[in-house]
Nanobody, 115 residues
Framework: QVQLVESGGGLVHPGGSLRLSCAAS????????ANWYRQPPGKQRELAAT???????NYVDSVKGRFTISRDNAKKTVYLQMNSLKFEDTAVYYC?????????WGQGTQVTVSS
């Protein structure tokens, strides 16, 4: 059974930074694609950033140049460094692992950008 535990969310001013972490249990992490999704208030969940098992990254246009996704396979952890945060980055952020064995989600962590 795979469990994902997110941390690092919170309240930040516009222009500030946060670093989200997602720690995984189980043995599938290193062979999984890891994703960060986000769901703004009243909107649909969207894929914000993804990193392949080999470290190839991709981002939604709205976060390119500001967010960085990374992974540490030894620690079974995926990170999302978020810089230059904007009001519109306010959302619940969800960690997701996708592998041949299944699709797994964390519980979500709230990020609020407010002055």
């Amino acid at each position: 059974q795979v469990q994902l535990v997110e941390s690092g969310g919170g309240l930040v001013h516009p222009g500030g930074s946060l670093r989200l972490s997602c720690a995984a249990s189980g043995s599938i992490f290193s062979n999984s694609v890891a994703n960060w999704y986000r769901q703004p208030p009243g909107k649909q969940r969207e894929l914000a950033a993804t990193i392949s098992s080999g470290g190839i990254t991709n981002y939604v246009d709205s976060v390119k140049g500001r967010f960085t996704i990374s992974r540490d396979n030894a620690k079974k952890t995926v990170y999302l460094q978020m810089n230059s945060l904007k009001f519109e980055d306010t959302a619940v952020y969800y960690c997701n692992l996708r592998s041949g064995f299944g699709n797994y989600w964390g519980q979500g962590t709230q990020v609020t950008v407010s002055s």
